[in-house]
Structures are given as C-alpha cells and as structure tokens.
C-alpha cells in the first residue's frame, strides 16, 4: 500500500493522549516521512499545531488548521477564510441569553470572555494560554481592525448546545459549517473551506486525492476519508465515520495511526 501523502487530523485521532503524540507514533512517522508527505490536518490553532509537527520531525512541511479555513507553510499563508463581522454578532446575540460561552480564534489569537473548566481543559491540551476579554470588546476590535474568525468554539451545557445547535443549522447551514464537537461544545467555521479542500489546495499537480493516505475520528473528517484514496477511522471514531472509512484501525489511545503505518506502509 503506498501513497505520496499521509494526512491526519490530531486530537482524538494522531494523539494517543490529549496533548501528545507517543514515542512510537514518533518512530513510526520517522520511517516513512522521507518517502511520505505528513501534513497534520486540524481544529487547532497553528501555535497549538507548531510543537507536534516538531515533536514528529515534520516542521518543514504545510499544517492545516481550523478545518481548512487556515493553512500556512512555513510562514506563508496559503488560505484564510474568515467567519464575518455580521455572522460573528449574530453568534453573539444568540449565545448570551443562553450562557453560553464564544471562543473566538484568528491565526494564533484566541479569546474567551471568562476562565471555566473547559478553558483550562484547552489550554492543557493545546498548550495555549487564551486572552481574557469580553465578547463584545473582542468583536469590537475585529471589526476595526477588519478581520474575523477561523473558528468560533461555543461552550455551554448539553442543554443549551441542543438548543442552539438546531438554530444555528437553520440559520447559518448555507454559510458555515456546524460541527458537534460534544454534548456540550459546538465550532463553527465556514463552509467554503474543508479539510479536503486544504488538502486539494496543497497537492502538486500531479497528485489528486487518490494519492492521499488519510486518518480521522470525527464527523469533520468524513468527507476527507471518503475521498482519500485510503480513508482509515480508529477504533474510537464515531460510528458514522467508520462507516465511510475503507479501514479501522486500533483506538487512538492504542496508538492506532502508528500501528497501522507499521503494518501496512513498508
């Protein structure tokens, strides 16, 4: 089984814990990266991204971050595409009656308006210390200084995130993308940017999906697996993102990309 490029999304997926890769994960993407493109494809903000692709020895190549809305090689940026002002104080107006919290995210700034349980789960798993500062004031001074979001994280309770998710689809379904995340967590990006069309943005010319090698967990990864000439879900992927997948591999906390690179990429 070869292919010329080995995308994989993180969390839930590459990492066998929730902040890190393991060291057998480290050996395995260190026997193939000189024959393999490996592009990290994820939710994350890049600075959250940056240390991994260090830890597997991968700096030099593209990451994809935000699902797509983002991607950067080096330094330079590839794409951007930003949730706007007016969609972004919608978004605020329907969450504050709810309690529930906006974390906003452009490039490597994120900002939430309050410290929580959830923000300080984040900050353990990303690596990344978030900005204090209320919604309103940090919508405020976007707008000034015209630029939007990659990525909204909406944190509430189960409740309210099955309250809002519905209207959220209705009402932005055209223009966003709205995954579930959790029960309790929703993110919101746009919709004319996936993980597969960053990856599609990335691939020479000679190279279409079929040449992809692809790993994931979530529905967000779906259409990448379906597409990738190899799609591959871990045993803890959700039920309907195995469905579409070619292959399923261990759990991601069983090292599960890893094992299945060993035994199938020579």
Not at 9 to 19: E, F, I, P
């Amino acid at each position: 089984m070869q292919y010329q490029v080995l995308c994989s999304d993180l969390d839930g997926t590459l990492l066998s814990t929730k902040s890190d890769v393991s060291d057998f994960t480290v050996t395995q993407i260190d026997r193939i990266k000189s024959e393999m493109q490996i592009i990290l494809v994820s939710a994350r903000m890049p600075k959250a991204m940056r240390h991994l692709q260090k830890d597997l020895g991968i700096d030099h190549e593209p990451i994809i971050c935000y699902n797509g809305a983002y991607v950067l090689h080096g330094q330079q940026e590839l794409c951007s595409v930003e949730i706007g002002s007016s969609e972004l104080s919608q978004l605020g107006q329907m969450a504050s009656p709810l309690g529930i919290q906006l974390g906003l995210y452009h490039k490597d700034e994120w900002y939430v308006p309050g410290d929580s349980e959830r923000v300080q789960k984040e900050i353990r798993y990303t690596k990344c210390e978030p900005a204090l500062k209320d919604t309103g004031d940090t919508l405020k001074d976007w707008e000034d200084r015209n630029i939007g979001a990659h990525k909204v994280m909406l944190m509430g309770t189960k409740e309210s995130a099955d309250f809002i998710y519905l209207q959220l689809q209705e009402l932005f379904g055209t223009k966003l993308n709205v995954y579930r995340s959790n029960d309790t967590l929703i993110e919101l990006a746009p919709r004319s940017v996936s993980k597969r069309s960053a990856i599609e943005l990335l691939l020479n010319k000679e190279q279409s999906m079929k040449d992809v090698l692809a790993f994931g967990d979530n529905y967000n990864d779906m259409e990448m697996l379906k597409v990738a000439g190899c799609g591959v879900a871990v045993g803890n992927a959700r039920e309907e993102v195995k469905a579409v997948a070619d292959h399923i591999a261990k759990q991601n906390s069983e090292d599960g990309v890893a094992h299945f690179i060993k035994a199938h990429l020579i």
